[in-house]
């Protein structure tokens, strides 16, 4: 039998070297045999088929699995355990972009994330672009996130797939929760739940039960919160840390201070084990004060770590929010004096601040007047206005 080299073949073909080696490497040259440090190819081979041309022109989709890191169980190994469940390679590097982003690690997102943009699956291209326009919020990257949300929308109006428009739109509409535009609509999540992985679902369970916090319907916001936590019995820990939170800030919004504590410290425990803090960045101002009250006394430097988390989204989301604001009070106000005007906002008096936080009164009026000075407001009824969002 007659063989060739590999540029011989590269050029007999019409591709790189490269292209040759990656086909040797994967086995799809049959009767190709490595001697020492090359290889030899019958010259009779055939350059293999094109991947990404067969599954283009295929007929029949096969889907991958949508924000995987959604649908991951985690056990008694946390997150790399349950991401080594995944047998896909894209899948699992979905996984680790959203494991990075719950973690606050913006940069890591950002790379690997763009590794899904040019995949053949319209679900790992739809999360690839889903994280990273997230991750661009914390960077105050702007520009990337409404060209990445842009990317989600062409995608989904693109396509005769059902699945994918319906994941698209999804995407979409908790956007505009996220950013708390008025057109959102929590019934426009209903239809889509059909076409989303269990997981996914429960997360868009928590984005039902924002909506209506925003809505201010806080009793029927943490009535959500508990039935899918009662159905998911904390399966799906992003899910879980989500709702939980939601329904602490519900929860404070109507006084039940015992049960917001008790919704925070349930979404802490399952976020500490694998440092899942930026979704406590995310709602920081409506948690007002169960961030300081768990750790700033007793875990300082866990808390500057949350507190610099804080500051980057909350500057990158009010660009998207309200970009028109000449005064961004999240640059005039750290986020402990954020979390005091939001307490005062919100109708609790010097002394109920003093003694939910464990510091004087004396102190909460210091605050209060540092407050008024920084954003310019000279009585409590006008904080509402710039903090209670």
């Not at 590999?6 to 490497?25: C, D, F, H, P």
């Amino acid at each position: 039998m007659e063989y060739m080299t590999v540029k011989e073949t590269a050029q007999r073909w019409g591709v790189s070297i490269r292209t040759v080696n990656m086909y040797l490497n994967e086995g799809r040259v049959p009767g190709a045999i490595r001697k020492e440090h090359a290889w030899l190819i019958p010259a009779e081979a055939r350059k293999p088929e094109d991947r990404r041309r067969r599954q283009t022109e295929a007929t029949v989709r096969t889907p991958k699995l949508f924000m995987p890191i959604f649908s991951l169980v985690y056990a008694q190994g946390g997150f790399e355990a349950a991401a080594g469940q995944l047998h896909d390679e894209e899948e699992r590097t979905m996984a680790w972009a959203g494991h990075f982003y719950f973690q606050g690690k913006q940069d890591q997102v950002r790379e690997w994330s763009a590794r899904g943009f040019e995949s053949q699956s319209a679900e790992i291209r739809l999360t690839a672009r889903w994280l990273h326009a997230m991750a661009a919020i914390g960077c105050g990257d702007v520009e990337t996130c409404r060209r990445d949300f842009a990317e989600v929308l062409r995608e989904g109006a693109c396509t005769s797939d059902e699945t994918v428009r319906a994941e698209s739109e999804f995407i979409t509409l908790v956007s505009r929760i996220y950013f708390h535009q008025e057109e959102a609509d929590v019934a426009d999540l209903l239809p889509h739940f059909a076409c989303l992985p269990t997981g996914t679902r429960y997360f868009a369970l928590y984005a039902r039960a924002h909506a209506l916090y925003l809505r201010r319907e806080y009793r029927q916001a943490i009535g959500e919160v508990e039935a899918a936590l009662a159905l998911m019995q904390n399966a799906y820990p992003i899910a879980a840390i989500y709702l939980n939170i939601v329904g602490a800030m519900a929860a404070n919004s109507i006084s039940g201070y015992e049960e917001a504590q008790r919704f925070f410290d349930a979404a802490w425990k399952i976020a500490l084990h694998d440092g899942y803090f930026e979704p406590f960045a995310e709602h920081h101002g409506m948690l007002q004060g169960l961030v300081e009250k768990k750790i700033r006394g007793s875990q300082p430097q866990l808390y500057e770590q949350i507190s610099e988390l804080v500051y980057r989204f909350s500057r990158g989301w009010m660009k998207i929010h309200n970009p028109q604001s000449s005064l961004k009070v999240t640059d005039a106000l750290t986020p402990y004096e954020f979390s005091i005007a939001m307490l005062a906002s919100k109708g609790r008096s010097n002394k109920e601040i003093a003694e939910y936080l464990s510091i004087s009164i004396n102190s909460v009026k210091t605050y209060l007047a540092t407050i008024y000075q920084k954003i310019g407001v000279t009585k409590r009824s006008e904080l509402k206005y710039h903090v209670n969002y």
